[in-house]
């Protein structure tokens, strides 16, 4: 009996452009000439966004002070500077593109802007139409085109980064995934610390001694994937 190998499905990969004002890092990007990119977005658990953009070629207080002003944009700041930019933390309560993206059951991949002009990526499942996808996210930001369709292979080589991700993806809770991603964007493992423990869990909108708990979690799972595979390998 011949045993047959499971067929990956490929995934679909969109690509949009914005131009609307409205989103901030689009707006962000004109007024201060500034290349801005996602980092990481992680959804809360009263609904907000957690948001992590590194920030090139404009000073940190006019980032702050244009962030203050936007409604979408409950909080704002500064977690470190570094050779690649400044990387801020914003917790984004009003509507955006990766919460439209969300709403319609597409995945954000990658967000930048540059000169007044955004770049949107996103994945969408194979449950989901593209069209709806498309159609409601120029709906609710007008000023955008649709660029590009493509599909990609569903599963990365075990020895990439992104591979090791999805090990470890699968291995944490989402929860403790967020909240050691959170620790390690936020320069909570640096030394002197970019940020507190209590930092951390209000950028997350949880308590310290929850985040502190799931951090532990996360961290002996993690030192279990990588020391286990130190001895598999020899």
Known sequence: MTVQEPVETPITEIELEVRDRNCFF???SAETDCLIRLEELIHRADGNLLQYFSIRETSPKDIIELAT???????ARLVRNGPDGNLFQFVVSGPCVTATLADTGAITRDVSAAGGVGRVVATVPSHVAVRTVVETFRTRHPDSEFLARRERDQSPPVRTRAGVHTILADRLTEKQYEVLRTAYLSGYFTWPRDSTAE????ALGIAQPTFSQHLRAAQSKVFT???DAAIDDG
């Open 199 to 202: 930092e951390c869990a209000d």
């Open 225 to 227: 994937a990588l020391f």
């Open 26 to 28: 689009v707006r962000l």
């Open 69 to 75: 002003s936007e409604s979408a944009i409950a909080e």
